[in-house]
Nanobody, 124 residues
């Protein structure tokens, strides 16, 4: 199966930007629909964004629409999450995840492979 390693997290002020990357290795990256989910302390995990195998279809959580953009490069085997206009409520550990399902994975249960996570902290 594919292995996933996230990078790009950090501390940023409200209104700032970060770009998360997820490097995939192992099986063919383009065989997997991909996504980013996050978990904040005391809160449930939520899928922030998802993208189809080809990259032609995407999904974004309502609270991040217009601010976050998911993309992928199937040649570089890398998934990205561009996060702009960050808010303190975006503070969480962000995880890259892969799904073997054919449908766009918009819920946690649809993912079966994930990385170790990267911390994103947005200060007010």
């Amino acid at each position: 199966q594919v292995q996933l390693v996230e990078s790009g997290g950090g501390l940023v002020q409200a209104g700032g930007s970060l770009r998360l990357s997820c490097a995939a290795s192992g099986r063919t990256f383009s065989n997997y629909a991909m996504g980013w989910y996050r978990q904040a302390p005391g809160k449930e995990r939520e899928v922030v964004a998802a993208i189809s195998r080809s990259g032609g279809t995407t999904y974004s959580l309502d609270s991040v629409k217009g601010r976050f953009t998911i993309s992928r490069d199937n040649v570089k085997n890398t998934l990205y999450l561009q996060m702009n206009s960050l808010k303190p409520e975006d503070t969480a550990v962000y995880y890259c995840a892969a799904s073997t399902r054919s449908a766009l994975p918009t819920t946690i249960s649809q993912y079966n492979i994930w990385g170790q996570g990267t911390q994103v902290t947005v200060s007010a």
